[in-house]
């Protein structure tokens, strides 16, 4: 993990869950004064969520609640 | 990202969210039939939670919700 803020700017529209391959939560720490929420999208871009927007953890229940295959 | 499921087994027991220093939500895809749940601690232990455990959302909510620095 690197030793510094990862996210320059944030992304505040919405994103379906099902372009989301993977979910980053990185609480605020030494190595950075935010909490920072980075997504890989299905084709491979990463984007920084912002976390005061509220579909966020709509989508972060979506990911935990959704049925398994 | 690899290309298989990451997680053997997964820990049901609660852990407080002060110990995690990054958490990663990985929906199920063609590379593994579940979603998985793995967060780091501060001591940079990786432990797989279990997406059922009702305590993981919370401590999702917490470090999304909380007061920035």
New interface residues.
């Given amino acids: ?1 690197e030793l510094r803020c990862q996210c320059i700017q944030t992304y505040s529209d919405f994103i379906s ?1 099902e372009f ?10 030494a190595h950075c ?3 920072e ?1 980075i997504v ?1 999208l299905e084709d491979g871009k990463l984007i920084c969520l912002d ?1 005061e927007a509220e579909w ?2 709509i989508i ?2 979506k ?4 049925a ?2």
């Fill in positions: 993990q869950p989301i391959k993977h979910v980053q939560l990185i609480p605020e720490g004064g935010r909490k929420i890989t976390p966020v953890m972060i229940k990911i935990i609640n959704s398994p295959n």
